[in-house]
């Protein structure tokens, strides 16, 4: 017969093992926000001061990434990448994301709506034909910063100050930019201050950086639009090689 334990043992066990289930859960909860994604679009840099990386696309087949199509070179923003706001912990290593401040949100993201300037597009994303009413607010005192609306239904003041008309060959002497793209969900609740207005989107030349987008050939961006499944909850990840070499088994990425 086992000796019975003393009540300050079975406590203190309980409490361990408490302790244990609660560490547990933190470590699971960062791939359990992405665990039903079974589409993951893949961007590396070097370091966080690279303006350009490279996107892989990835189909999760169980319990395993399997890479779909060709890798693909992109630009992203100007001043490299900082931590956004999206699905993973917060991080504190490394630059913060802020409004402005020219660098991509690393991290990982929801893939929300695609948008361009024809009135459809061969994807199965929700879908927005863009006019040249439509802004993106990146004012971050307005109601509406960080989402895309008609200013024929929140009125012009409420996108006063805006930098981010949506028809560029409209408002910015025909550029190409956003002819087709799609929204990266990062500070989805609009934080003030945390940046706005980050879409994946055509680039201008391989070597021009973007205020905070990713951007790429059309090519690239065709394929993506035509392979997303918004059923497959698809998601975009963002990080310096560094960091995604720290990350990959704990936030269950695919391997390099």
């Known amino acids: 017969m086992f000796p019975r334990p003393s009540l300050y043992r079975l406590l203190g066990t309980l409490a361990m093992a408490t302790t244990l289930g609660a560490s547990?859960?933190?470590a699971f909860e960062a791939p359990a926000a992405w665990s039903v994604s079974r589409q993951m679009i893949v961007v590396t840099t070097d370091d966080w001061n690279a303006d350009h990386g490279v996107l892989r696309a990835y189909v999760r087949e169980g319990a395993q990434w399997k890479a779909v199509g060709p890798a693909a070179d992109v630009t992203i923003g100007k001043h490299g990448s900082a931590w956004g706001i999206g699905l993973n912990p917060p991080e504190r290593d490394g630059p913060v994301k802020k409004?402005?401040?020219?660098?991509?949100?690393?991290?990982?993201?929801?893939?929300?709506?695609?948008?361009?300037?024809?009135?459809s597009a061969p994807t199965a994303l929700a879908y927005r034909g863009l006019t040249a009413s439509d802004y993106c607010v990146d004012v971050d005192s307005s109601p509406y910063y960080n989402q895309i609306v008609d200013a024929r239904d929140v009125g012009e003041k409420a996108v006063a100050g805006a930098t981010e008309p949506m028809r560029r060959d409209l408002h910015f002497n025909g550029d190409h930019a956003y002819r087709i793209g799609f929204v990266i969900e990062h500070n989805p609740d609009g934080r003030k201050g945390g940046g706005s207005c980050i879409f994946a989107h055509l680039w201008k030349s391989p070597t021009t950086g973007t205020a905070g987008c990713t951007a790429m050939t059309d090519a690239t961006m065709e394929r993506l639009l035509a392979w997303l499944d918004p059923s497959k909850k698809p998601v975009f990840v963002l990080l310096p090689k560094p960091e995604y070499t720290r990350l990959r088994e704990a936030w269950n990425l695919p391997a390099p």
Do not use: T
């Open 24 to 26: 547990a859960a933190v």
């Open 99 to 119: 409004e402005g401040d020219g660098r991509s949100p690393a991290g990982v993201f929801r893939i929300g709506q695609a948008f361009g300037y024809a009135e």
